[in-house]
């Protein structure tokens, strides 16, 4: 009975070509669109899971419309954290993070770094990093340390 249904399969295959050509051609399109969009997912819910809290750690973000224009961006008010601290009793700490471009220096060599962020002191207490030496209570206690 397989047998037959494959020959049978195979047949229509040769004499209807162009057909079958679009056909598994929208198959491969729709299984590669499933698999994007299933890894996208996973890596969505699997997004900040290295840290111990990670389901109580969220990010805010603001909408801005200018004239027919949308943006999402995370830059916010400096005041907003400890705002939203004083007003709404669910939220328990914040930390800023503001990413820059700098120059950085030592002696004779010069680095330009992209990656430099600038941090609350409170950042230590909500994201669990490993330090390879000292103490993360003890880390940033003075501004632009």
């Known amino acids: 009975m397989f047998l037959n249904n494959c020959r049978f399969s195979l047949r229509r295959m040769r004499r209807q070509g162009i ?9 491969a399109i729709g299984l590669a669109s499933f698999i994007m969009i299933s890894l996208w997912i996973v890596h969505e819910f ?3 899971k290295i840290y111990s809290r990670s389901d109580q750690i969220h990010q805010l973000y603001k909408t ?3 004239g027919d224009d949308q943006d999402i961006n995370s830059s916010l008010p400096y005041m907003l ?5 004083d007003e709404v009793p669910e939220i328990r700490n914040m930390a800023r993070v503001c990413r820059h471009r700098a ?4 002696g004779d060599l010069n680095i ?11 950042y230590f207490s909500i994201f669990d990093h490993r330090f390879i ?3 993360p209570r003890k880390a940033l206690p003075n501004p632009y340390s």
């Open 19 to 27: 057909y079958t050509l679009i056909n598994i051609f929208g198959l």
């Open 46 to 48: 699997s997004y900040e």
């Open 64 to 66: 801005f419309i200018i």
């Open 81 to 85: 954290g400890e705002t939203l601290i």
């Open 103 to 106: 120059l950085v220096s030592h």
């Open 112 to 122: 330009n770094e992209n990656q430099i962020a600038c941090v609350d002191t409170s």
């Open 133 to 135: 030496q000292g103490d």
